[in-house]
Nanobody, 124 residues
Framework: VQLQACGGGLVQAGGSLRLSCEAS????????VGWFRQVSGKEREFVAA????????YYADSVKGRFAISRDNALNTVYLQMNSLIPEDTAVYYC??????????????????WGQGTLVTVSS
């Protein structure tokens, strides 16, 4: 499977964006998917993850209550709805997938497939 993250852009603090992680070459149905972000010069940070069925989700404390991860397996796409954005959310956002259930390994960034990132910039 190949992944492509899109939907990033420039938004003012308090605004919203929806990122999409689009899969190609094979179905995403059997994959758990995670979103991560990275600021230049800093370590990659876990944001959110969703199980292959969509029945389980997990969020970093920094985004809990503001971000929501969801998936549409018919469209082979996973979404990250980001609300109440703050400047600290500015980063390149990546999606990644693993052919497994939602495990701690996924949250720690151990996923087999990574997409190219999309830049989110939140202005104050």
């Amino acid at each position: 499977v190949q992944l492509q993250a899109c939907g990033g852009g420039l938004v003012q603090a308090g605004g919203s964006l929806r990122l999409s992680c689009e899969a190609s070459r094979r179905s995403l149905r059997s994959y758990s998917v995670g979103w991560f972000r990275q600021v230049s010069g800093k370590e990659r940070e876990f944001v959110a993850a969703i199980s292959w069925s969509g029945g389980s989700t997990y969020y970093a404390d920094s985004v809990k209550g503001r971000f929501a991860i969801s998936r549409d397996n018919a469209l082979n796409t996973v979404y990250l709805q980001m609300n109440s954005l703050i400047p600290e959310d500015t980063a390149v956002y990546y999606c990644a997938a693993a052919p497994s259930g939602l495990t701690m390994a996924i949250i720690q960034g151990n996923l087999e497939v990574w997409g190219q990132g999309t830049l989110v910039t939140v202005s104050s």
